[in-house]
């Protein structure tokens, strides 16, 4: 069974930093990624991993502050979040895909439930 379930979530103030964790079980996944979704905003893609490579891309709003790392023997995704501001609190959602992916929503065919970022001023 295809399961990702997220962790790591929490309230920090701004320069503050957090680590998700995403477990993944039921499948061996070529591409994950981090997204998340803020009140009355769209899913943005935050960072990707290409799972076969370990090639990495992230959006332009948290380059140099995130970084998406994979651990193979366990199959577990992470994000470090540092210098975390107030723009960043948010639903964070692992995501994962079968085949090679990007930034779109509708390349991934898993979900998790999210997990909530907030940070303070």
């Known amino acids: 069974q295809v399961q990702l379930v997220e962790s790591g979530g929490g309230s920090v103030q701004a320069g503050g930093s957090l680590r998700l964790s995403c477990a993944a079980s039921?499948?061996?996944?070529?591409?994950m990624a981090w997204f998340r979704q803020a009140p009355g905003k769209e899913r943005e893609g935050v960072a990707r991993?290409?799972?076969?490579?370990?090639?990495?891309s992230y959006a332009d709003s948290v380059k140099g502050r995130f970084t998406i790392s994979q651990d193979r023997a366990t199959n577990t995704l992470y994000l470090l979040m540092n210098n975390l501001k107030p723009e960043d609190t948010a639903m964070y959602y692992c995501?994962?895909?079968?085949?090679?992916?990007?930034?779109?929503?509708?390349?991934?065919?898993?979900w998790g439930q999210g997990t909530q970022v907030t940070v303070s001023s």
């Open positions: 995501a994962a895909a079968t085949v090679w992916a990007w930034f779109g929503t509708y390349e991934y065919n898993y």
């Open positions: 039921g499948y061996t996944y070529s591409t």
């Open positions: 991993i290409y799972t076969r490579d370990g090639s990495t």
